[in-house]
């Protein structure tokens, strides 16, 4: 094989080599645009890739319950040759012993080449930042960033809309404790034209720092709806659903009470446009109907496969390549 054929230079993203990725806007809009170049051309041709990660090491640690993240980036490393060692439930860690996150990731940083981290804990990923020789990727924090899950939805937004670019951007559900949410509208605050619409429960709301610090200084309009989904669903180009995050709540009764304020389903989907996209970072509990699943604007299944090629090209341009 022509030497370069997969090197992340040639996308543009050969900066990315030995980054952590701790939130969405530690890397740079054309970085994000070459890491989409580069899951498009994996996407279509996967064969070549099989090899580019052939000796490496990805570390997965979780220390909250996952799917989607932790086995698309499994399965990424696997497909790029790489090998994966991990675990799913801190339980079996030391960290169940009492050993602290610096000193584990201290460890595993000898084991590993680049450690994929979710933890329940707000700014647990820029700590183990600290700490780690290797690149730290969040896997999410707290109720505070996922940006891999960011590059995952702007990818199938990019693939599904042909832009991201003045687009009307409606986010529905916990936009308090979502912390996909909070990730999605910092990265869109770097695009022109976009408005966002954001339909919650009063008590629900999106966290007034991303009102304050990010939208309102970047003059992102925004939206805030208490209402119907019904008043504003026709205005919107991308419906981002989200689920109640039952796990952030310090009781049960005000999750009973909040998490069916909005369920999406086909009578309102009527209401929307053709060519609106619906979102959803799964897993989806009763927020959309499973009738809405059918209807071809349902984008959050191939939301999710995107999420893997998205993930190849991140950990391929971060730990450069074979023949990078
Ligand atoms: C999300 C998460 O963990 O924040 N899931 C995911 O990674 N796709 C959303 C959620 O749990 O609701």
Redesign the pocket.
């Known amino acids: 094989m022509e030497r370069g054929t997969f090197g992340a230079e040639r996308f543009g993203v050969g900066s990315l080599k030995g980054r952590h990725f701790i939130e969405p806007l530690n890397f740079s809009v054309e970085e994000m645009e070459g890491l989409f170049t580069l899951a498009g051309k994996i996407e279509e041709n996967p064969a070549i890739y099989r090899d580019a990660c052939k000796g490496r090491v990805l570390a997965t640690l979780f220390f909250e319950p ?1 799917t ?2 932790r086995l698309s980036f499994e399965s990424a490393m696997l497909r790029l040759g790489g090998g994966c060692l991990g675990f799913a439930d801190p339980g079996s860690s030391s960290a169940s012993k009492g050993e602290s996150l610096a000193d584990t990731i201290r460890t595993v940083a000898s084991y590993a080449d680049a450690i994929v981290m979710r933890n329940p804990k707000e700014g647990a990923a820029l700590l183990a930042s600290r700490y780690s020789v290797v690149p730290v990727i969040n896997a ?1 924090d707290g109720g505070h960033h ?1 940006p891999t ?1 960011t590059l995952t939805d702007l990818l199938t937004i990019l693939r599904l809309r042909g832009d991201v670019k003045n687009l009307r951007v409606g986010f529905c559900g916990d936009l308090k404790f ?3 949410v909070h990730s999605l509208v910092k990265a869109l605050s770097r695009y022109e034209g976009v408005s966002l619409y954001f339909i919650s429960p009063g008590e629900l709301t999106v966290p007034k720092y991303l009102k304050t610090g990010v939208l309102a200084k970047n003059n992102i309009p925004y939206t805030e709806i208490g209402g119907s989904l019904d008043t504003v669903i026709g205005d919107i180009d991308v419906l981002y659903m ?2 109640v ?1 039952r796990e952030r709540f310090f009781n049960e009764e005000d999750y009973i009470r909040l998490k069916d304020s909005y369920i999406l389903t086909p009578e309102k989907m009527a209401l929307a446009k053709k060519d609106m996209i619906v979102l959803h ?3 989806r509990v009763n927020e959309i109907d499973m009738e809405v699943d059918s209807d071809p604007r349902a984008a959050y299944f191939k939301q999710t496969k995107y999420g893997m090629y998205m993930r190849m090209a991140l950990l391929l341009s971060i730990l450069g390549g074979n023949n990078a």
């Open positions: 996952s989607r993240t999410g996922h899950q979502g912390r996909t989200t689920r995050q970072p799964l897993p």
